[in-house]
């Protein structure tokens, strides 16, 4: 009796609670930095652009023949008229008056090479390529325009940005906070076509997206 009294003495003590959280959130931290890096390294395996219209490998001259597409929308808010936008024609458009360039810890380390967007089936996917120690490195994120009309007539207008691609890969919200100033400086390049697409949302402009083309179309009558 005496002998398993003492081999019970010697059963160590359970870990206390908040050790094992303490332990738990290490491995979870370790974890996510193990993903991040592995993140940051496929990223310089670059998704391919040359399905874009307009995409430009390699530096040149802006074309000077494309439409105005802030005139163009302010023509469209305006008169309520519909209007059709071409994927080639955003692209243009960026390269026409876009300045990109990187700023930050990173300037003079990474050379800015372009914007471009690629316009899909219900969805626009906004990419910001650059070139680090001479690889090319690409991120972007997915615009998916709801719309819902509701019982007074208004039209509501989500746009979900919450995945997006690092490279090739594609990753979803906690990771895109990473990435998210790149797009805000992007944005905020361009006030007054953004605050002109939201006046269209608010006059119960519908949009559609498909592919290699967006369009607004006027509310119905």
């Given at each position: 009796m005496a002998d398993k009294g003492k081999a019970k003495s010697e059963v160590p003590p359970p870990p206390p609670k908040k050790a094992s959280l303490l332990k738990n959130v290490f491995?979870?931290?370790?974890?996510a930095l193990v993903v991040l890096g592995l993140l940051v390294y496929i990223s310089f395996d670059p998704q391919d652009l040359s399905d874009i219209e307009g995409y430009r490998e390699t530096p040149g001259p802006p074309p000077l023949t494309a439409r105005n597409l802030a005139t163009v929308l302010e023509n469209a808010a305006e008169d309520e008229h519909g209007v059709r936008i071409t994927e080639k024609e955003i692209n243009d458009y960026l390269l026409r008056t876009l300045k990109f360039e990187q700023e930050g810890i990173?300037?003079?380390?990474?050379?800015?090479?372009g914007v471009w967007v690629r316009l899909?089936?219900?969805?626009?996917e906004v990419i910001i390529e650059r070139e680090i120690m001479g690889k090319s490195h690409t991120i972007s994120m997915y615009l998916r325009p709801e719309q819902q009309e509701q019982e007074d007539g208004a039209m509501l207008t989500k746009?979900?940005?919450?995945?997006?691609?690092?490279?090739?890969t594609r990753i979803f919200?906690?990771?895109m906070l990473l990435?998210?100033?790149?797009?805000?400086?992007?944005?905020?390049?361009?006030?007054?076509?953004?605050?002109l697409?939201?006046?269209?949302?608010r006059s119960k402009v519908r949009v559609t997206i498909e592919e290699g083309t967006i369009e607004f179309l006027p509310p119905a009558p």
């Open positions: 491995f979870l931290s370790v974890l990173f300037k003079g380390r990474v050379a800015a090479r899909e089936k219900d969805v626009a746009v979900h940005r919450s995945t997006g691609r690092w490279g090739r919200r906690g990771f990435t998210k100033s790149s797009f805000v400086s992007l944005a905020e390049a361009y006030p007054k076509e953004l605050d697409l939201q006046a269209m949302f």
